[in-house]
């Protein structure tokens, strides 16, 4: 354990003969669980007391004098007691004063009082602050040393941060926030630095997430951190291609947020978004991908054969190729006041984040596609009861077999279908919702606190007006383009390839683009396929 963090045997003493003693005996006996600090003065020993409990450190064992001149012990070991409640507090005192730690005992709870001098210390000092110290341990609960998220827990901006730290697998601890504290939502680190009301480039660089660019110049640059984009970046990187993949985070995107994923090849088990694409970074920074993160590309354009990318951090970056695979965002719920409770009771996705939120609750899920039924289940483990509101008549019509089947087996789950969420409702957070049935028109409301959506997905391509679309945004490639002669500003003898956009080595893969299969396996066999289109794009230049 490294030594800030060992609990501290504090001893006070204002005789520096006596004080010499009792760290030499301190140190000998318990210097490898236990940090020993010895001061001549109750007040220093006050502040030293305060300031460990600023850092969210221990005092297992306080042993004071009692004949001090800033204030007696007891007067201390009463003070410290209200700093450290737990631990356990001895006062030394001669023969003539042992009257008075006698009535110390109920006056300040003082578990020991000890006769100066000690010697030997193996029979008259250890065996007590022996059986002391095991008290301590075997009801002491080590503080939580890893990262604190301080917070509202219906606060859209806790939500977010909630999302960030599980996207990033960062394990953390989640505490209520007093009402009206100003710095809320907060982060706080293991060494205990604070940081208040932080964006989520901050918490990255806070913790040492961020990479700096190893290149000035990119053989492939690739925009977007889901499975298609990060295929990409292993295949790309294994094959000597300097490569930079800028991760943009998205609130509701779909990458990494299903709970679980049933019918991917190679896991039979089923394997969380989470995990996958976790597995997924680790394999690409492996082979010297860089990444950045959380960062969103606001911009593309040529700069003679060069691809140039303007981030929303500022930085600007070339590469001689770019692909394309920011994927989709998750719909906005068209029901009245649904914006409002956004990150305070309706989230997009983001399921993972807030389970621990939802234990023992009634949970609802809005959507009839396997990412809604993957939610479903996973949430049926964890809550009181899910219910999932779907518009169709049956699961069937949107839902794989064998969704569709765990869910009829699972007796905590309702399904409402032909059925719509029309409105919702609350003060600060939510509180109800409106359900309207699609056939009778009858509306009836529900008690809601959460409200997970998952009603389809639109492409995230409103940055990219300089490339052709389909009209719900999807990107065109390959023989999509339709004819050459057609496209705007292509300059190369042939036609586009078969995952190439409308810009000559730019290419689009899974689910953003058009026409292509919206499945986690085909997005990765895409993200694969580009890559030896960009090798042949490379060997024409």
Request: aromatic fraction near 6%; charge should be negative.
């Amino acid at each position: 354990m490294p030594e800030q963090r060992r609990p501290v045997l504090l001893a006070v003493d204002d005789d520096d003969h006596v004080l010499r003693a009792v760290r030499r005996d301190l140190s000998r006996a318990y210097h490898e669980r236990y940090r020993v600090v010895a001061t001549r003065s109750p007040v220093e020993a006050t502040q030293i007391l305060d300031r460990l409990r600023g850092r969210r450190e221990e005092a297992a064992l306080i042993l004071s004098d009692q004949r001090m001149p800033e204030m007696t012990g007891i007067e201390f070991l009463g003070e410290a007691g209200r700093r450290f409640p737990a631990a356990r507090r001895v006062l030394l005192t001669a023969y003539a004063d042992t009257s008075v730690a006698i009535s110390a005992i109920n006056k300040v709870r003082l578990d020991h009082y000890l006769v100066k001098p000690w010697e030997p210390p193996e029979e008259r000092l250890y065996p007590v602050l022996d059986d002391l110290l095991s008290d301590w341990e075997s009801a002491h609960e080590a503080p939580y040393q890893g990262i604190r998220l301080v917070g509202h827990r219906f606060a859209p901006a806790t939500h977010r941060l909630r999302d960030l730290l599980t996207r990033y697998r960062l394990p953390f601890r989640f505490e209520e926030a007093e009402p009206g504290d100003p710095e809320a939502p907060a982060v706080v680190l293991p060494d205990g630095r604070r940081l208040a009301r932080p964006g989520h480039g901050e918490v990255v660089a806070a913790l040492g997430l961020a990479t700096e660019l190893s290149h000035p110049h990119y053989d492939l640059a690739i925009v977007g951190g889901g499975p298609t984009g990060l295929a990409a970046s292993v295949y790309a990187s294994s094959e000597g291609m300097t490569t930079l993949l800028i991760e943009a985070y998205v609130p509701g995107g779909q990458a990494g947020t299903s709970s679980r994923i049933e019918n991917y090849l190679g896991f039979p088990s089923g394997i969380s978004g989470v995990d996958l694409t976790s597995r997924a970074m680790a394999q690409a920074r492996r082979f010297g991908v860089d990444v950045l993160a959380p960062v969103e590309a606001e911009r593309l354009s040529r700069a003679g054969r060069a691809c140039v990318l303007n981030l929303s951090d500022g930085k600007e970056i070339t590469a001689a190729t770019v692909l394309l695979s920011p994927g989709l965002s998750y719909r906005s719920l068209d029901a009245e006041d649904a914006a409002r409770f956004e990150g305070a009771g309706i989230y997009y996705g983001a399921a993972l984040s807030e389970t621990e939120s939802c234990v023992g609750r009634h949970v609802w899920i809005v959507g009839g596609a396997n990412s809604a039924g993957q939610a479903v289940l996973h949430f049926s483990r964890h809550a009181r009861h899910v219910t999932l509101v779907v518009r169709a008549d049956s699961l069937a019509s949107g839902m794989s077999a064998y969704l569709v089947d765990e869910i009829a087996a699972r007796g905590n789950i309702t399904v409402m279908t032909n059925t719509c969420v029309v409105a919702a409702g609350g003060a600060d957070r939510l509180e109800h919702i409106t359900l309207r049935d699609t056939r009778s028109g009858a509306l009836t409301t529900r008690e809601a606190e959460h409200v997970f959506v998952f009603i389809g997905a639109r492409p995230r391509t409103e940055w990219l007006d300089n490339l052709v679309r389909d009209p719900h945004g999807f990107l065109l490639t390959g023989p999509d383009l339709g004819p050459v002669a057609g496209l705007a500003g292509w300059d190369l003898p042939r036609p586009p390839l078969l995952l190439e956009t409308s810009v000559p080595g730019v290419f689009a893969a899974g689910d953003v683009r058009a026409n292509s299969v919206k499945r986690l396996a085909s997005g990765v066999g895409e993200g694969a396929m580009a890559v030896s289109m960009i090798h042949r794009y490379h060997s024409e230049s």
